[in-house]
């Protein structure tokens, strides 16, 4: 599919947390409940980004900053009716800027095992595989820890 051209990435406001939830639930099998957005916002509101498309949320990203220099992304979903068109691209590349002004070195994210299309993107986009972290999800999927090295 063609790329959108001239996507621009937006920090979300608190208004806008009910639309990532819903977004959430479109995307994954475990979305984020209301409490544990409002929570990371109220931490960290300039890690939560998005981009709209004639106004409608079609993808969010949220990140943040843990101690040592270390980025952490979070949660990164598109809109399955907008996947392949360079919106998970430009949430990723905005969040690895955003991150490295913060001062981070490296970024780390986990994915879920089975989720080869988030590893295959993740991979595209300059995520390496470290290791596998077995029963980090609370069904007890194992996860794999990605690692984003800025080049120097
Ligand atoms: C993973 C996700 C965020 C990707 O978003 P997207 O907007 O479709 O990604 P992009 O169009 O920017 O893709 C960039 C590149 O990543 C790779 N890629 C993206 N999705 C892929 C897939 N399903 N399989 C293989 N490679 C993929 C491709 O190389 C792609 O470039 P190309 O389209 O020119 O080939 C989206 O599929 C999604 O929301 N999935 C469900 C939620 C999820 O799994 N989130 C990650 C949790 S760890």
Known sequence: MVSLSGLRVINLREGD??????L??????????MGLLEQLYKSDPSG???VRIDGKLVGYLICTMRWGGVGHILSVAVDPGYRRRG?????????LERLRKE???AVRLE????????RAFYT??????????PHYYED?????????????
């Open 140 to 152: 007890g999927e194992t996860a794999v820890l990605m690692w984003y090295t800025y080049p120097t």
């Open 17 to 22: 947390l009910q639309e990532v939830m819903e």
């Open 111 to 118: 994915a879920r095992k089975s989720n080869l299309g988030a």
């Open 24 to 33: 959430g639930h479109k995307c994954f099998p475990d979305p984020y409940p």
């Open 87 to 95: 919106v998970g691209r430009a949430l990723i590349q905005k969040a």
């Open 48 to 50: 939560f980004m998005g």
């Open 103 to 105: 001062g981070a070195t």
């Open 124 to 133: 595209a986009l300059g995520f390496k595989e470290e290791r596998e972290l």
